[in-house]
């Protein structure tokens, strides 16, 4: 998570949404920022936490932006990156696991340590399901959000890519993929929401 308070910019980061370029490219520009383990601070503590206390002790009261991406692919990307070599050997690597097998790990009543991934949707939203940002980008439109931090910024903002998870094969089979939409399925709503508005969801946040 970053905050730029004269461009009043708040940046949530949702994992495996190419969070890393976005902080590489806005770090000169920010005043405060989280990283390694407070780096994904979800949309709810930042509402709970972390805005009350901007707004008393800075009188800034940022716009919320993050971005989500396509839940299938979200979850890929994180079975690539545990597929990786510097997860051999540890808890939560994936080796020898089927994309259909992590899937299943991951929606699960009590999900293994290598399938502990969370999800977009609670890191979005509130206990209640109300979208905690300001400006929801999809990961698959990203012409929409570069537009929005050139804007924003006023300069041209490049997001370089960094943490690429390997190129690993990694099929879901028909009858996996309507488990995990059954699983899931308000992200998946939340996900077509954020498509029809063209890849970019604006919310009012009382």
């Known amino acids: 998570m970053l905050i730029c308070s004269r461009e009043n910019f708040a940046f949530i980061a949702v994992p495996k949404t190419g969070t890393t370029a976005v902080e590489m490219a806005l770090k000169p520009r920010a005043d405060i920022i989280l990283t390694k383990f407070r780096k994904h601070i979800t949309a709810q503590r930042f509402h709970n936490k972390i805005a009350p206390f901007l707004d008393e002790v800075f009188d800034l009261r940022p716009d919320r932006v993050a971005v989500m991406r396509d ?9 690539r990156y545990r597929a990786g070599s510097r997860q051999k050997g540890t808890e939560t690597a994936t080796h020898g696991l089927s994309f259909d ?26 206990g209640k399901g109300a979208v905690l940002v300001h400006h929801l980008f999809a990961h698959e439109a990203p012409v929409a959000f570069r537009g929005f931090l050139n804007d924003r910024f006023g300069e041209e903002i490049r997001l370089k890519p960094k943490n690429v998870s390997p190129q690993v094969d990694a099929p879901l089979s028909p009858s996996m993929l309507a ?3 059954a699983a899931r399925a308000e992200e998946f709503a939340l ?8 890849g970019h969801l604006v919310t009012r946040i009382g």
Not at 111 to 118: D, K, N, Q, V
């Open 71 to 79: 839940p299938v692919e979200q979850i890929r990307s994180w079975y």
């Open 101 to 126: 097998e992590f899937v299943a790990d991951v929606i699960a009543d009590d999900p293994p340590p290598h399938a502990g991934i969370g999800s977009q949707w609670n890191m979005l939203t509130s």
């Open 179 to 181: 488990r995990l939409r």
């Open 191 to 198: 996900y077509d929401r954020l498509m029809d508005a063209g």
